[in-house]
């Protein structure tokens, strides 16, 4: 009721402009239904500050604050569907997902829908405390989100299906991979800022990995430690 008198009193009104996002999304080669019927079902305005929200369904990277970004739509898509290539069900495909970088929580909604549970850290405390605002006033209740450092993974002795970073580092953390089951598969930038990567890694082993390079992206770069979110 919150949310919907939240929309209705600023004049805003979703359903147009992101029918038109996922149309787009179609047209850039986003082929996997799946997530593209995750992504409709997702309101990305609502992990925005409302001054935002008539730019909300661009195809875009928008500022969350804390020198953070919400990913463009396309990357958020081209990623999960990386994620999840292996499999062909629909629903939840995956018992466990580590996301990095979780930020605001758009694209941990948005996995929701294809794991049991989402194991989400994000290193900027105050957006720790907005993800879980936004994700609870959705109704989404299968997201764990931590405050810690994504270098360290999830910090305690459980593997994962897929990962997901949201964050560039130099080198992908070679410790990320024995986080993996064998399968899983690890999605992540690479590189310094400009010259970056996306990489979809594979566990086909507890020794033996796949990498398969793909196309040229922008993220913030992956920092170690902490921040209690100065600006």
């Known amino acids: 009721m919150k949310l919907h008198l939240l ?3 600023s004049g805003f009104t979703s359903a147009r402009s992101q029918e038109q996002m996922i ?4 047209e850039m080669g986003i082929k996997d239904f799946r997530v ?3 992504m409709s079902q997702v309101p990305r305005h609502i992990f925005l500050d409302e001054a935002l929200w008539s730019r909300a369904y661009e195809n875009r990277s928008l500022t969350i604050g804390y020198k953070q970004t919400i990913s463009q739509p396309y990357i958020v898509a081209k990623m999960t569907e990386h994620l999840i290539s292996h499999t062909s069900k629909r629903g939840r495909v995956m018992k466990k997902i580590l996301e990095i970088g979780s930020g605001c929580g758009y694209q941990s909604a948005v996995l929701s829908y294809f794991a049991d549970e989402i194991c989400a850290v ?3 405390k105050p957006l720790v405390m907005k993800s879980r605002e936004n994700l609870r006033e959705l109704g989404i209740r299968n997201i764990l989100i931590k405050h810690a ?4 993974g999830w910090g305690e002795s459980v593997k994962f299906d897929g990962i997901i970073c949201a964050a560039a580092p130099r080198e992908y953390p070679k410790e990320l991979l024995e986080l993996l089951e064998i399968n899983g598969k690890l999605v ?3 590189g310094l800022e400009g010259h970056q990567k996306l990489y979809v890694i594979t566990k086909t082993s507890e020794s033996e990995h796949e990498e398969v390079i793909h196309e040229d992206v922008a993220f913030v770069p992956m920092l170690p430690g902490t921040s209690k979110g100065a600006i």
């Open 122 to 124: 994000e290193r900027v």
């Open 149 to 152: 450092d994504g270098f360290e």
């Open 188 to 190: 992540i930038p690479v």
């Open 7 to 9: 929309m209705r009193s």
């Open 23 to 26: 149309q787009l999304m179609l």
């Open 36 to 38: 593209l019927d995750a």
